[in-house]
């Protein structure tokens, strides 16, 4: 099949690496696959040099012309079989552009905002295709008024290849972050803000540092609430024992460094990537019980759901996993499960599938 792909955003976020996840699984599927991207955003950088052939654009918003002409341009030279979108500036335009062209289209929504009301009420009846990441959000799509035949669910594609365990890595890691190799490494990856739970993660950690003496945290990201949480953490008896390293451009390769990771949120989420990330390198995973974060673990095989919120809870999850007769059976079965239902091969495989389904 041929795939022309539209994502012109300039952000680094969870949307983005789907995008450019999804356009490489499809390539490395045996699809032909074009990208219209922004020049020189994240995600053009991601793709560069891959399968994946480029076209340079732009969509300051649903009128905009520039953004018209270059997908229209690209898509009557690929002739591609579905145009795929993932940002919500980009819906109408794909809309419109699928309708003038005969080309069904695909669209990714990764956000629980709601959009406005004529665009939740059309988009979906629209595009052949309207797909939510996760069941929770499709049910909260559907609660908010999008026809639940119109509705499907397909997960965020991890690249098993790039994210798997590297004991190597682990070793150099653990140096650079002057750990022993016998520490038990907590980490946390993603944006620092209050609702992500990063405080009552702190509070957590903490409280089990007392009884553990080999468990250190490391904290990756960046956010308006990071200065608040360094300022915490320097007030604290074993600040030692966290280091906050905030933005990483390669956060990925830190996963092998971590004995487990934490996704403590206390407000709905879509999906929970870094949990499944995680996964795919053989770290268990504490995750909330909360939004689409559950659907991303195997509870007590390959993780641990906790209640949001609950620092004894979270508290006591720690200290089990700082066991090895615990943590050592889920870091086994972790990747796995990954491999099984998130793994791009399988992701790739589903969406053609389902995008077979449309015809039909």
């Known amino acids: 099949m041929k795939f022309l792909l539209v994502g012109t955003t300039r952000e680094r976020g969870g949307a983005e690496v789907h995008f450019v996840t999804l356009a490489q699984a499809l390539a490395a ?16 950088a991601a793709l560069a040099g891959s399968a994946v052939r480029l076209h340079a654009g732009r ?45 069904p289209v695909a669209l990714f929504r990764h956000r629980i905002k709601p959009m406005k009301g004529y665009s939740a009420r059309l988009v979906p009846r629209l595009a052949q295709r309207f797909f939510a990441v996760s069941g929770y959000a499709r049910r909260d799509y559907i609660e908010r008024g999008m026809p639940a035949q119109r ?8 690249d098993s290849g790039s994210y798997r365990p590297d004991a190597t ?25 209050a609702w992500k739970g990063i405080f009552t993660l702190l509070e957590a950690a903490n409280a089990a540092m007392a009884r553990e003496p080999r468990l250190h945290c490391l904290w990756l990201g960046d956010g308006v609430d990071r200065q608040q949480l360094q300022e915490r953490i320097n007030t604290l008896p074993l600040a030692h024992r966290h280091q906050v390293l905030g933005w990483v451009d390669n956060a990925h390769s830190y996963y092998n460094a971590l004995s487990m990771l934490a996704l403590p949120s206390l407000e709905p989420e879509t999906f929970g990537r870094v949990s499944a ?44 996993l700082c066991d090895d007769a615990t943590r050592v059976p889920m870091a086994a079965a972790a990747r796995d499960f990954v491999e099984q239902n998130f793994s791009t091969p399988v992701i790739a495989r589903e969406f053609v599938r389902q995008l077979g389904e449309a015809d039909r």
């Open 29 to 44: 599927a045996g699809h032909e696959v074009e990208a219209v991207v922004y020049p020189g955003a994240p995600v053009a």
């Open 169 to 193: 890595q682990r070793a150099a890691l653990l140096h650079v972050l002057g750990l022993d190799e016998n520490a038990i490494v907590l980490g946390y990856i993603g944006r620092m803000l």
């Open 59 to 103: 969509f300051r918003n649903v009128f905009d012309p520039r953004g018209y002409r270059v997908v229209i341009a690209a898509a009557r030279r690929l002739k591609p079989d579905w145009l795929v979108g993932d940002f919500g500036k980009e819906y109408w335009p794909l809309i419109l552009i699928g309708r003038l062209l005969r080309i």
């Open 151 to 158: 509705v499907q669910v397909l997960y965020n594609p991890v």
């Open 277 to 320: 990330e995680a996964q795919a390198c053989s770290v268990p995973v504490l995750v909330s019980d909360v939004g689409g974060i559950p659907e991303t673990l195997q509870p007590g095989v390959t993780g641990l759901l906790l209640p949001p919120g609950d620092v004894e809870a979270w508290r006591d999850a720690i200290l089990a």
